[in-house]
Nanobody, 119 residues
Framework: QVQLVESGGGLVQAGGSLRLSCEVS????????MGWYRQPLGKQRELVAA???????NYADSVKGRFTISRDNATNTVYLQMNSLKPEDTAVYYC?????????????WGQGTQVTVSS
């Protein structure tokens, strides 16, 4: 089992910055990749950024150049630095840990943190 606890959300004006944190505990060695997803009100959850165990990263086109995912292995924390925020970035942001076993994927989720960007 893996436990994820997010923090760092809040209200910010357009053009501002926020940093989200995700503290990871439990069976950390089983994790193959970490990611941040978001779910705007009334819409589906979407991938924002991900980082693999080998430190490869990928981003949604809508956040490339503005968001950066990183991690600190010493503290078992994953971060999402969000710069140049736009109103369309408003959503609940979820931390995700993925474990792959053969053809199966197991997902673990945090409780979510609200990010609101005002225009």
């Amino acid at each position: 089992q893996v436990q994820l606890v997010e923090s760092g959300g809040g209200l910010v004006q357009a053009g501002g910055s926020l940093r989200l944190s995700c503290e990871v505990s439990g069976s950390i060695d089983s994790i193959n990749a970490m990611g941040w997803y978001r779910q705007p009100l009334g819409k589906q959850r979407e991938l924002v950024a991900a980082i693999t165990a080998g430190d490869s990263t990928n981003y949604a086109d809508s956040v490339k150049g503005r968001f950066t995912i990183s991690r600190d292995n010493a503290t078992n924390t994953v971060y999402l630095q969000m710069n140049s925020l736009k109103p369309e970035d408003t959503a609940v942001y979820y931390c995700n840990a993925a474990h792959h076993y053969r053809t199966l994927r197991f997902d673990y989720w945090g409780q979510g943190t609200q990010v609101t960007v005002s225009s």
